[in-house]
């Protein structure tokens, strides 16, 4: 009886073992990159400045190249972490009201970039080497961006 009982706690504890390797699974996806609230922000940034130029044509072709630079931002730190864009996916929409009035417009978008570069800036500096240049010309980029909104 003893013998019954010790064999069926060792099965007991030997059989949720076993069954650990189902949740062991090759297929889950990887952990979040340090790279992807950047990825989210530069297309916060693309849709905000479309948006902007949509609402202000007067603005479009000042705001367009600065858009499609943060498209290209996002692009490349996707590359580098490894994850293709999504396919049939639309841009990010912007977040709040946009304003109208061209003045308003570029202030608004001159904080945007600010806080853009500044995030860019931090990410830069806590980031290895093989991925600070690049992150170094994103701040660099919305640095100029803020002057080129000025």
Do not use: F, W, Y
């Not at 090759?26 to 849709?47: K, N, R, W, Y």
Request: glycine share 8%; with cysteine; proline share 10%.
């Amino acid at each position: 009886m003893l013998r019954a009982g010790a064999l069926v706690a060792l099965g007991g504890a030997v059989a949720p073992l076993t069954g650990c390797d189902l949740l062991d699974r090759d297929d889950e996806p990887p952990p979040p990159d340090a790279l992807e609230p950047l990825v989210a922000e530069s297309l916060a940034l693309e849709a905000q400045h479309r948006a902007a130029a949509g609402a202000t044509p007067a603005l479009a072709g000042r705001l367009t190249p600065i858009a499609e630079a943060h498209r290209a931002h996002a692009d490349e730190l996707r590359r580098v972490i490894g994850r293709p864009a999504p396919s049939g996916t639309p841009a990010a929409t912007p977040s709040g009201t946009p304003a109208t009035e061209p003045g308003a417009v570029l202030a608004q978008l001159r904080r945007a970039e600010q806080q853009g570069r500044t995030n860019a800036a931090k990410a830069c500096a806590g980031a290895p080497a093989e991925r600070a240049a690049l992150l170094g010309s994103i701040a660099a980029a919305r640095a100029t961006h803020v002057e080129a909104l000025a």
